[in-house]
């Protein structure tokens, strides 16, 4: 079992930058790969970033290529989601997710989720 709750949400204008944390406790952290996903009303959950058990190997949604970028640290059980350049459309829900499975970049292949922390980028 692992337990994950996702801090640093907020509102702010477009061009900021905000920096997602998810802290993880339970079985061991660095057994999993880390995934940030975010939901905005009436859509679908999607995937933004994904980062391997080592961080050895991220991947980036096209939409936020360039301007987010995950890290973590195993030593402190978090993941991180750097955002920079915010733009309206990146209003969402923020969750991270945790997998011991492949396919990184589907939601149905992870095993933990958060709660989700709030995003709002107003223009």
């Known amino acids: 079992q692992v337990q994950l709750v996702e801090s640093g949400g907020g509102l702010v204008q477009a061009g900021a930058s905000l920096r997602l944390s998810c802290a993880a406790s339970?079985?061991?952290?660095?057994?999993?790969?880390m995934g940030w996903f975010r939901q905005a009303p009436g859509k679908e959950r999607e995937f933004v970033a994904s980062?391997?058990?080592?961080?050895?190997?991220?991947t980036y949604a096209d939409s936020v290529k360039g301007r987010f970028t995950i890290s973590r640290d195993n030593a402190k059980n978090a993941v991180y989601l750097l955002m920079n350049s915010l733009k309206p459309e990146d209003t969402a829900v923020y969750l991270c997710?945790?997998?011991?499975?492949?396919?990184?970049?589907?939601?149905?292949?992870?095993?933990?989720w958060g709660q989700g922390t709030q995003v709002t980028v107003s223009s």
């Open positions: 997710a945790a997998t011991t499975g492949f396919g990184l970049q589907q939601a149905s292949n992870y095993d933990y």
């Open positions: 980062i391997t058990w080592s961080g050895g190997s991220t």
């Open positions: 339970g079985r061991t952290f660095s057994s999993f790969a």
